[in-house]
């Protein structure tokens, strides 16, 4: 019987770092967990991609929240930084429900440390208070 924990993982992955979108071979080894082989790239960051999305997968959210007072109804939101791939809907129930008050300025926090990830949800536009 083959041991498992010897078994080569591979798995193919786009590159997002530009428009090439270059496509990578990531080959990971079970028993260890340090041997992470990239291909397909034709520079750093695609190798660097490679890495963390196979050992910490991040994504930045971007959606809307309900706004008060305001010239226009919903206000767009964004993560500050990428939050781990697992938490995306902890986040995203965590700034559902929340209603703001205008005025709002880019890069107001509209939500800290987010599903206790550390990251904040903040603005991405500006609201002008009205009435
Ligand atoms: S590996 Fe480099 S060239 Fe290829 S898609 Fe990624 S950033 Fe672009």
Redesign the pocket.
């Known amino acids: 019987m083959e041991k498992m924990e010897n078994m080569i993982c591979v798995d193919i992955i786009t590159?997002?770092?530009?428009?090439?979108?270059?496509e990578?071979t990531v080959e990971t080894n079970q028993s260890d967990k340090n041997y992470i082989a990239v291909s397909g790239?034709?520079?750093?960051?695609?190798?660097n991609?490679a890495k963390e999305e196979i050992t910490n997968p991040t994504r930045n959210i971007a959606t809307s929240v309900k706004v008060t007072g305001g010239d226009i109804p919903m206000l767009s939101v964004k993560t500050a930084k990428p939050i781990p791939k697992n938490k995306i809907m902890d986040c995203a129930k965590a700034v559902q429900n929340i209603t703001v008050t205008a005025p709002i300025n880019v890069g107001d926090v509209i939500l800290k440390n987010a599903a206790n990830t550390g990251v904040d949800f903040i603005a991405t536009r500006v609201i002008c208070a009205v009435g």
Request: glycine content about 18%.
């Open positions: 590159c997002i770092g530009c428009p090439m979108g270059c990578l790239h034709f520079c750093k960051i695609g190798e991609y």
